[in-house]
């Protein structure tokens, strides 16, 4: 009977020492965030998290408490201190653990600053807009891009599934850039299309706060299966071991280094960039492609079709009004929308004006970076290309864009990803305009994925006519 009255009351204690620590920084939310991290849960669990916070910030402002130990910040200040602070910002916390791939440490999931440092070193190059300009890279994305074309003729007189060939072209361009020349061919080759399938078609959110809050529940829980990908796990094992990679792939530069590196170290880092690769860029284009069809941006999609036409033989770099398209779908739809935790310094820290203890966990989520500050961005629920064409406020729209994070930990794909993007969309849009079909029902609202994924059930069903026609 004592211990279980003594546990009790040391947790009682704990609570209230949190709550009297959490009412002393006077950080703005409900008053059930001094006292209880349940609310938060609940929200993460049900997937609803971005939304609840973004409201909460809507009431409160930019700064707002969301746990006694948790704070969410939608201000440039906050963005800076936490993610660029020192050049990398503050430490990850363990929910970054969750990134682990065959059960080893790659660069997106170290949690201190060094140890990304070190790792970011040995392949940063490879991610430089003059390499992943080389030729043979581009070469094997125009490729690609030849097989969505394919599959958007074909679909001439009905309704093609844009989300499915989208998310096959980025695995397709994300695992050339790693291997080629042991890439995917997710269009054409049915076995790689089941790689696609299996990363993308999975919906395992539940199950991933249950293994990052509850890891002992987690080795018996069976109602929420984990996220399983022996496909894809296995084929990069495979070429890990077996390609003689090209001197443009990231795959070469990490076997040059395998002094540094096991074969599975380089192999688990090779599969986080392709698994990241794939939905990110995938969900971005899908959601900027639906954007576009819709009847109130086909204005916009006229005034692509123009600046791809005029300029047949420009550069993909020299095309504005295509990267204001980009940023703008981006900005209102970002691929990973939510929060991005970080760990106070163990000394504190002092934030917007509010001093925060070490071990506070703090974070910036994109969906509240580029919806909340109305002056930045007017009108922000709308998509308007035409203000990144714009000279004033130029500057402070740049440095609130969150799309790829920010910091010496900000999304090393980026250029990467902008490229794919680009030549996918200048043959698409050079030749054919696209519509929302009628078969497609529902929306393409963002839910709080950590690496978004979708259930076969949901699709982004368009219609391709060819231009003139």
Known sequence: ???????????????????????????????????????????????????????????????????????????????????????????????????????????????????????????????????IMNSQIVEGFQQRTASVMKKCEASLGTCLDIYVVLHCYALDCASHFLLNPGGTDTLNNPQHFKMMEELSYHDSIKQRWIQYYWPLLDKINTFFSPKSTPLSKNYMIDRVQNTEAQESSLLHRLQAKSAQLSSVSIAAECMDHMAAGIDTTGDGLCFLMHELSLPRSQIFQKRLHEEIIQNPEVKLNNLPYLDAVIKEGLRLFPPIPMSLPRYVPREGSTISGYELPGGSIVSCQAYSMHLLDEEVFPNAEKFLPERWLEKEGEMERNRLFFAFASGGRGCIGKNLALVEMKTVLREIYGRFVTTVAPEMKGDMAIDDQIIASRPKDQTCLLNFEVIGQ
């Open 1 to 131: 009977m004592l211990m279980p009255l003594v546990a009790s009351l040391a947790w009682v204690i704990f609570i209230f020492v949190r709550a009297i620590q959490a009412y002393q920084t006077n950080v703005p939310g409900p008053w059930y965030t001094h006292l209880t991290t349940l609310v938060l849960k609940y929200h993460e669990f049900t997937k609803n998290r971005r939304l609840w916070i973004h409201e909460l910030h809507r009431r409160y402002g930019p700064v707002v408490r969301l746990s006694p130990n948790e704070v969410s910040f939608a201000n440039l200040e906050g963005m800076k201190e936490i993610y660029q602070s020192g050049g990398s910002g503050y430490d990850k916390t363990e929910f970054y653990d969750l990134f682990k791939q065959y059960n080893h440490r790659t660069m997106f999931s170290t949690l201190n600053r060094h140890d990304h440092s070190q790792r970011k070193k040995l392949f940063a190059e490879r991610y430089a807009m003059t390499n």
